[in-house]
């Protein structure tokens, strides 16, 4: 999850409405951080909570923002949470300004955490997950499949569309000039059939932060929910989002772009994506191998509708370097590699915030419209 | 450039690699027609550790091809970081089908593909792409295999897991260990400190038949044979040993070396520890 600070939003019932009641607004949890290149929205309907209570309708929506570190020190240990809490109430106190956490657990032992909070701006990235032209989707256990081959220190992964419509995950690594130990390069093929949904066309491709996406994963698949993935061309953000009923999240991340490139050279091509490896160079006579290969392949108790020959990603895409931007916000990571090059940054998604009209329009803002926007 | 591809139908290979990269953090495979061997041959100020693991290609792949550099050097020598290797193979633990492929994608690497189980119809392909430096032939003579020398002793090991939890122990008392053994079975662990001396006596471990008739004959069968040893080495070896071996003999030479020689079913592996000097 990336670090920093959540921005709560507790929306209250619409203004000036009569007629039936109306919902009162779901409660947001937001953050963004530090170098801009991730941003996180949860929307928990009130329906989530047993007991909701929004500001009472008239009032503004209650806005701010807390220390992550210190929300997180609350439900410190989930085991325990798990095993001792019964209840959880969570109020915000305006008058003391503070964020009341208040665990209630067994044998009438009482937590309270008392959490000051600061007024905030609002906090919202302009995305719509309908403009991008990729779509995919699938349970959340496929791909968390998907991701156990990778080493849990990686930090950037390529993400594509290879030929016959396989979904391929690459690790990516920043290709250093004289480096006398060079990485381990991991890859993974996934059939088309285990998504749910595929709309990307084939050399689609973008690369994006593995850590960030594990958080979000690993929550999808203890909620035992599908992930979407938006995308669009490399550099421009991309939208990762879990939805049920009761709770709406999203995951914007920036994706590495064309330009982050510095200096092309040929060793910098990034070697295409495939679902298989085929060596490339002339040393190899390469048919031969080819068809050495499949020969292989069928006797080893295979179909014969593997994937064919690989294809080069999208023409123009070279890799820009690890930004490795994550390096202020991974004092809660365990390993990071040694001698990484200097920290350089993802361009930041171009959002910032919003001043709020001090009267909350009653319209939906952005992040809502995807709700109705009804997809799937 | 030479090429070689095997294709592994069990995945045993799993704890081989993982049980190297305890013991060397960067090591040599050489590969040649009937054998794979991994080589750690340190020389470092003559102080350094050997080994040598040796499996017979046969009883683990199905298929297997390979090409060296000319008839009469008909071997390939690869340095690799194990724990890529061993972290590859991890993968291949539910594999339908493994590849082991040298390819050359801008550097050399030894590429593996492994087809996993999936329950949808379509498989799932994973590849490893671990990059390896190709070891030139005029280096090949410093990764041949150690000649076994001739040793005072000879003994089987004791369980190894115990030993290792005795040697963990020990270990926060001293920097050296003393290891002695004699023809009678019995083998000694010691350390000896300015506070303290502990030593853990084995009995009954039995001794493998002696090559040579005449060294045993004037040997005095309680006489121990001894060499001191730096501790972190015998505990790193003792600790990529996860399942106990099929046959697990240490061979002293006194104040020289110890070597270890284990079996785990169709795997060898030499460990030779010097003296400390």
Redesign the interface.
């Known amino acids: 999850m990336p670090s920093g600070i959540a921005v709560c939003r507790v929306f209250p019932a619409a203004r000036g409405q009569s007629g039936p009641c109306s919902l009162p607004r779901p409660l947001s949890l937001r953050t963004v951080n530090s170098s801009r290149s991730a941003y996180a929205c949860f929307l928990f309907a009130p329906l989530f909570f047993q007991q909701y209570q929004a500001a009472a309708p008239g009032q503004e929506a209650l806005r701010c923002k807390i220390l992550m570190k210190s929300f997180l020190a609350a439900f410190r240990s989930l085991a325990m949470v798990e095993k001792s809490v019964e209840k959880c109430c969570i109020s915000l106190n305006g008058r003391s300004s503070r964020l009341v956490v208040q665990l209630h657990c067994r044998y009438g032992v009482r937590k309270t955490h008392n959490l000051s909070f600061q007024d905030c701006e609002s906090l919202q990235a302009i995305f719509d997950p309908a403009l991008c032209s990729h779509v995919l989707r699938a349970p959340a256990r496929v791909l968390g499949?998907?991701v156990?081959?990778f080493?849990p220190a990686l930090a950037e992964v390529t993400l594509g569309i290879g030929c016959g419509r396989?979904v391929i995950l690459r690790s990516y690594q920043e290709e250093e000039a004289d480096s006398s130990?060079?990485?381990?390069?991991?890859?993974?093929?996934?059939?088309?059939?285990?998504f749910q949904q595929l709309q990307a066309q084939e050399g689609a491709a973008i690369t994006f932060c593995l850590k960030e996406f594990r958080g979000l994963l690993s929550f999808a698949e203890s909620a035992n929910l599908s992930l979407s993935i938006h995308f669009d061309a490399p550099g421009r953000p991309a939208i990762f989002a879990v939805k049920d009923t009761l709770l709406d999240g999203h995951f914007v991340l920036a994706t590495m772009s064309e330009s982050d490139l510095h200096s092309p050279a040929p060793?910098r091509l990034v070697?295409p994506l495939q679902?298989?490896?085929t060596?490339?160079?002339d040393?190899?006579a390469n048919d031969d191998?080819d068809s050495?290969?499949i020969a292989?392949e069928t006797?080893?108790?295979?179909e014969g509708?593997?994937a064919g020959p690989s294809i080069p990603l999208s023409p123009g895409l070279r890799p820009p370097c690890s930004p490795g931007p994550y390096s202020e916000d991974n004092d809660a990571e365990p390993s990071t590699e040694p001698g990484t090059p200097p920290p350089k940054k993802f361009r930041s998604l171009f959002f910032g915030s919003i001043l709020a009209p001090a009267h909350s329009p009653p319209g939906p803002s952005p992040v809502l419209a995807e709700d109705s926007e009804g997809e799937g | 450039?030479l090429?070689q591809?095997k294709?592994i139908t069990a995945s045993f290979y799993n704890w081989v690699s993982a049980m190297v990269a305890k013991l060397a953090k960067i090591c040599t495979l050489r590969i040649s027609p009937q054998t794979l061997n991994f080589i750690l041959s340190d020389k470092v100020a003559g102080g350094g550790v050997s080994m040598w693991c040796e499996l017979e290609q046969e009883n683990f792949f199905?298929?297997f091809q390979m090409e060296g550099v000319s008839a009469e050097n008909n071997a390939i020598y690869l340095e690799l970081?194990s724990e890529?290797l061993s972290?590859?193979l991890k993968?291949a633990q539910n594999a339908?089908?493994l590849?082991v492929?040298l390819?050359?994608?801008?550097?050399p690497?030894l590429?593996v593909?492994i087809?996993l189980l999936?329950v949808?119809?379509?498989?799932?392909?994973?590849?490893?792409?671990?990059?390896v430096k190709v070891i030139p032939r005029k280096l090949w003579k410093d990764l041949q295999e150690p000649t076994v020398p001739n040793s005072d002793v000879s003994i089987y090991l004791p369980v190894l897991k115990t030993m290792k939890s005795i040697v963990e122990k020990m270990r926060n008392l001293s920097s050296h260990l003393i290891i002695e053994a004699n023809l009678s079975g019995d083998l000694n662990l010691k350390i000896e400190t300015e506070l303290v001396c502990v030593t853990t006596h084995f009995k009954d471990l039995g001794n493998p038949p002696l090559a040579s008739e005449d060294a045993s004959q004037d040997r005095d069968p309680e006489q121990m044979a001894e060499v001191r040893i730096d501790i972190r080495k015998l505990l790193q070896f003792l600790a990529g040993q996860q399942v106990n071996p099929t046959r697990a003999v240490c061979n002293i030479v006194s104040n020289k070396l110890v070597h270890f020689d284990l079996l785990h079913e169709d795997v060898s592996l030499q460990y030779f520890i010097p003296a400390f000097s």
């Open positions: 499949e998907a156990l081959p080493p396989r130990v060079r990485a381990m390069v991991t890859e993974m093929s996934i059939g088309e059939e285990d060793h070697p679902a298989h490896s060596p490339h160079l040393d190899f191998i050495y290969m292989m006797t080893v108790d295979s509708s593997r | 450039f090429f591809e294709i199905s298929e970081t890529n972290r590859a993968t339908r089908a590849k492929k390819t050359n994608k801008h550097f690497c590429t593909s087809e999936s949808s119809s379509s498989s799932r392909i994973v590849t490893h792409d671990i990059p």
